[in-house]
């Protein structure tokens, strides 16, 4: 299994340090967020990024954009446009062999409140699901879809019928179950989605978390001793994890995340 750092834009000047820390530490590759104005230009150029990774030993992931980009849509012509913009990401980075691209499917709908509107959301997600995969498997990448604001159930449904593998975001189902009022059951709720979706589970993306009442902020400095890092861990021989990606960017007492903050987080990954 290989284990992941996080690489985008906004890291500006400290891109090449980033990389390079990451190697020294243990990672086996970077995901890279392309935030506009990745892939198609950018002061620090995309290419630049992938050849320094290349060089330091590590292999690439790519995190396909989400800002502005609404796949799950129920609006057919959001959606439609959404794809259309999709398309154009997906032929630049087929030039660079990567590990993964990973995929949000995403709508700004009230989904969770308007039930009527759940059966066009799983529609509109498989429909476009299908789309970018025919064209990931004729650019030769492997596309994964990210959980997001689905519940198990939804997100299960969709990718099932479109027949796909999963990228797991831990967090992101932990910060679900804590806003629907599950907090004191959260082990649970992680067991219920490996469990559900365990035979389509590729990737795993994982961050620590800060609770604040029924509000779950992601994307926190994770610890070796974290509860749900053990418990992700301990399932791990029954899964097909094939990427595991420290998705932190946040210390809260320091600011930026460095990857040698994951030295310890590393070694136990791969203990």
């Not at 959001?78 to 259309?84: H, I, L, N, P």
Request: aromatic share 10%.
């Amino acid at each position: 299994m290989k284990i992941g750092f996080p690489i985008w834009y906004g890291y500006g000047d400290k891109l090449t340090r980033m990389i390079s820390e990451a190697a020294s530490v243990g990672f086996s590759y970077v995901e890279i967020s392309l935030d506009y104005p990745w892939p198609f230009r950018g002061r620090y150029a995309l290419e630049e990024v992938i050849d320094k990774a290349l060089d330091v030993g590590l292999s690439i992931a790519f995190h396909a954009p989400w800002r502005d980009i609404r796949l799950a849509s129920p609006i057919e012509e959001v959606r439609e446009a959404s794809v259309k913009a999709f398309k154009r990401f997906l032929d630049e980075i087929s030039k660079h062999p990567c590990d993964y691209v990973v995929v949000h499917l995403s709508s700004d709908q009230a989904i969770d409140r308007i039930p009527e509107i759940r059966n066009e959301y799983v529609n509109s997600a498989v429909k476009s699901i299908k789309e970018i995969k025919s064209l990931g498997d004729l650019l030769g990448l492997r596309i994964v879809f990210e959980n997001v604001r689905e519940d198990v159930a939804t997100f299960k449904q969709i990718i099932s019928k479109a027949d796909s593998e999963v990228c797991l975001d831990i967090s992101h189902a932990i910060c679900l179950a804590a806003r629907n009022s599950k907090k004191n059951r959260l082990d649970e709720e992680v067991k219920a989605w490996i469990g559900e979706l365990k035979d389509r589970i590729r990737v795993i993306h994982f961050s620590g978390l800060k609770f604040i009442g029924n509000w779950v902020k992601d994307h926190i400095l994770v610890r070796k001793d974290d509860r749900y890092l053990k418990l992700v861990k301990s399932e791990l021989e029954n899964l097909r994890v094939e990427n595991f990606l420290l998705e932190v960017f946040e210390d809260p007492d320091r600011g930026e995340v460095y990857p040698s903050q994951l030295r310890e987080v590393v070694e136990f990954l791969k203990r």
